[in-house]
């Protein structure tokens, strides 16, 4: 089994082989370590969108607005997915975008799990019939479990999550309540004996 070390380098120095900047390239290799950890097949879409990079004739994007479309075929995923984690202030002012065909989109979906983690907020991303929850850049929830290449995802959804508690007011009421059993009564010997405490000063 390769380690994560391995699968980093070797992700950088390729994305450089096949044109991109060292930065860029950099970017892309914690991608492919995050979409590994996350067992989502990182290394096997990219060396698929390596193969056929010059073929495809994406469309590179700069600005993202709410509605974004490409040409007949898509937007290139790793420059739209830079381009949403540097405007992702932007993005979570829209709340939600889309975007018209977008090719290997696994490899766009790293960059929206680390803008989520940037804006502290869960980012909800779907993929035609995929769905993801990204929360912070922690953990990826999906109806998506096959180990498969996905050369093209055709409608793209984006909607940042505002965050609220999973639980009701009275439930965390209640809890509190009995967490205040284990609350100690201050008395006499304690504020003694507490940090800080003393009769003597030695300084």
């Known amino acids: 089994m390769k380690s994560l070390s ?5 992700s950088k120095r390729a994305c450089r082989a096949a044109g ?10 914690k991608n492919i370590r ?4 996350f067992n989502l097949p990182g290394i ?11 073929e495809l004739r994406l469309e590179n994007i700069s600005l993202i607005y709410k509605d974004n479309e490409a040409n007949k075929n898509g937007y290139c995923p790793i420059i739209a997915g830079l381009n949403c984690l540097d405007q992702i202030r932007t993005i979570d002012n829209l709340n939600e975008i889309t975007f018209k065909k977008i090719a290997y989109p696994l490899l766009f979906l790293p960059f929206i799990s680390r803008a989520s983690e940037v804006i502290g907020k869960r980012i909800f991303l779907k ?12 953990n990826i929830y999906s109806n998506h479990t096959k180990n498969e290449i996905i050369e093209s995802a055709e409608n793209i959804y984006l909607k940042v999550l505002e965050n609220q508690d999973s639980f009701e007011e009275k439930e965390w009421n209640e809890l509190y309540k009995l967490s ?22 030695n300084d």
């Open 6 to 10: 391995e699968i980093e380098t070797v």
């Open 44 to 54: 096997k879409n990219l060396n698929s969108f390596f193969k056929k990079k010059k």
């Open 127 to 138: 993929m035609d019939d995929r769905e993801f929850l990204l929360n912070f850049n922690n």
């Open 20 to 29: 991109y900047s060292w930065g860029v390239a950099e970017e892309v290799a």
């Open 34 to 37: 995050l979409l590994e950890i």
């Open 180 to 201: 205040e059993e284990t609350f100690v009564e201050e008395n006499e010997s304690l504020k003694q004996g507490g940090a800080g405490a003393g009769l003597t000063d």
